[in-house]
């Protein structure tokens, strides 16, 4: 086990979406699944606790924890997208299973956890700043899944 894990709470389908995380994303995988040895507030001996598994090569765990804890926009994960296609391939799975669109390039899964779909060409055009990041950033501003397309043309000011 990594030092340092990602630890997400869940209402009991920890597994189910690390399953689906893993279907999605390369270098990704479910790892080990623990069973309660007792029962717990949310849940009884032998459910599954704690859901081990890797999202894009990053460790994460999911604790089955109940309802209490909700996700929010506080965090997030964020995967840089080479093209168009593969930006597309992750935006439909996420909303398309169950999941929300949001704005700039952000959507939200059935679980609750939020996603920035990022092209790289967006972040190295609002890193180069000036003029070209403002019309770049004007653009986003007006997108929920980016268009890299609408992107590139406002970087060369079109």
């Known amino acids: 086990m990594p030092k340092n894990t990602i ?64 996700h929010s926009e506080a965090f997030s994960f964020q995967i840089s997208t080479e093209d168009q296609e593969e930006t597309d391939r992750y935006w439909n799975a996420i909303v398309g299973n169950g999941g929300q669109e949001s704005e700039c390039g952000w959507c939200r899964d059935r679980w609750g956890i939020s996603w920035q779909i990022t092209p790289r060409v967006l972040m190295e055009a609002l890193a180069a ?21 609408a992107i590139e043309a406002a970087q060369k000011g079109r």
């Open 7 to 70: 630890c997400l709470w869940y209402n009991g389908d920890a597994q189910d979406a690390a399953q689906f995380y893993a279907e999605t994303f390369p270098d990704s995988a479910v790892g080990a699944v623990i069973r309660a040895p007792g029962d717990f507030p949310d849940g009884q001996e032998g459910d599954v606790l704690v859901v081990e598994f890797t999202v894009a090569g990053l460790p994460c765990i999911g604790l089955n924890g109940g309802p209490t804890f909700q």
């Open 129 to 149: 700043g000036g003029d070209q990041a403002k019309r770049v950033f004007d653009a986003m501003m007006t997108m929920k899944k980016i268009d890299i397309a």
